[in-house]
Nanobody
Framework: QVQLVESGGGLVQAGGSLRLSCAGSGLTFRRNNMGWFRQAPGKEREFVAAISRSGGSSYYEDSVKGRFTISRDGAKNTVYLQMNSLKPEDTAVYYC?????????????????WGQGTQVTVSS
């Protein structure tokens, strides 16, 4: 019923940029806070960024502040993650997720719906 589908991952050189997209269906898009998480091999899935229902508030993990920007387009039922100044340590599978809670959250367990992930690889 609920689907979140990520796209836009790939291989990029350090210092380059990528824009990830997550298209949602089967849910009331504007009702959900949305988040991006990432998981590198052998590591826990970690929070990257989140955005409120209206798009008016956002929250970022410290290591990506100033480099990544989360945004959303209600008309397209899509959330984006613009990633600039990419570093090799950004290499991971990136997942989008939908949160039905009151506000944006960095907590993985508070997100109910998840996409399949898209691989981002940053070469040195």
């Amino acid at each position: 019923q609920v689907q979140l589908v990520e796209s836009g991952g790939g291989l990029v050189q350090a210092g380059g940029s990528l824009r990830l997209s997550c298209a949602g269906s089967g849910l009331t898009f504007r009702r959900n806070n949305m988040g991006w998480f990432r998981q590198a091999p052998g590591k826990e899935r970690e929070f990257v960024a989140a955005i409120s229902r209206s798009g008016g508030s956002s929250y970022y993990e410290d290591s990506v502040k100033g480099r990544f920007t989360i945004s959303r387009d209600g008309a397209k039922n899509t959330v984006y993650l613009q990633m600039n100044s990419l570093k090799p340590e950004d290499t991971a599978v990136y997942y989008c997720a939908a949160d039905l809670g009151v506000g944006v959250s960095p907590k993985r367990d508070e997100y109910e719906y998840w996409g399949q992930g898209t691989q981002v690889t940053v070469s040195s």
